[in-house]
Structures are given as C-alpha cells and as structure tokens.
C-alpha cells in the first residue's frame, strides 16, 4: 500500500532505520523539502532514463513508502538499472537524519553507497544541464530559488 508523500511526517516521527532516536520532523517547511527533494531526483533519473536507455525495457516504477505518482506528476517508467539507483536515493533521502537538510555534497555524513553517488552524480550532471537547455521553468526556478 502506498502512502501518500504529504504523511511522511509519520515516518519521520518513527525516526529513521540507521537513526532510532532521530528527532521528529514535524515542521511543513521540512515535508516540502523532502517533496521537493524527491521530486526533483525522480524527474531528473526519469529524464536521465528515457535518453540513455531508450532501447533498454521499462516498467513502472514503484516504491511502497512513496506515491511517486502523486509526488512527481506522472507515471514513471524505468529500466531496471535505475529503477535500483532511484530506489536506492528515494530510501536515503527518507531515512536522513539531518534536519535541515544540506546539499548531499557537503553532507557530512554520506549516505549512498559509493557506487550509487558516482552514478547519481553522472546522472545530475546530465539531466541538469539538458534540463536547462531544453526550457524547463520548473528546473530553471528550482536552480534560482
């Protein structure tokens, strides 16, 4: 069953797996960051996908603590390899313990597997500058803003 992103609040209220102690975040401003978060990571792995990988079978993709549908506006379709990586970001990003939240690149305290954050940067280089030349306003205002 999926939950609906805008009750992530209750599972950041359970604390997180690799943090059991973490500390409620119960403030709005940190649930529209982590949709916003997920949002943008979905779209630019989804963007990233369907360039690189026209020729490689896609599915949709699924993750059970998420709608990723509701989040990012669509319905997603990836190929296995990066139905993994964003899976693998989703799941981090939910379970961050830190409050608020830094860029990942000057996290302290980094979480991804080395793998997925060499491949996620490959993939935030490449969707973001394309992102931006192709006119996208809502990328342009998460830039800006």
């Known amino acids: 069953?999926?939950?609906?992103?805008?009750?992530?609040?209750?599972?950041?209220?359970?604390?997180?797996?690799?943090?059991?102690?973490?500390?409620?975040?119960?403030?709005?401003?940190?649930?529209?960051?982590?949709?916003?978060?997920?949002?943008?990571?979905?779209?630019?792995?989804?963007?990233?996908?369907?360039?690189?990988?026209?020729?490689?079978?896609?599915?949709?993709?699924?993750?059970?603590?998420?709608?990723?549908?509701?989040?990012?506006?669509?319905p997603v379709s990836l190929c296995a390899e990066c139905r993994r990586l964003l899976a693998h970001a989703m799941t981090k990003r939910l379970a961050c313990p830190m409050s608020p939240k830094p860029a990942c690149k000057h996290c302290p305290k980094h979480c991804y597997h080395p793998a997925y954050r060499q491949r996620i940067r490959k993939i935030m280089r490449y969707s973001g500058t394309r992102m931006l030349l192709t006119g996208r306003l809502d990328y342009l205002l998460h830039v800006l803003f």
């Open 1 to 74: 069953m999926f939950l609906p992103i805008v009750s992530t609040r209750r599972l950041h209220r359970l604390g997180s797996p690799r943090n059991p102690g973490a500390e409620p975040r119960a403030d709005l401003r940190s649930d529209r960051e982590l949709f916003v978060d997920l949002r943008t990571v979905s779209r630019f792995v989804h963007f990233y996908c369907r360039r690189r990988h026209a020729e490689r079978p896609r599915d949709r993709f699924e993750l059970k603590a998420v709608d990723v549908d509701a989040v990012v506006g669509s």
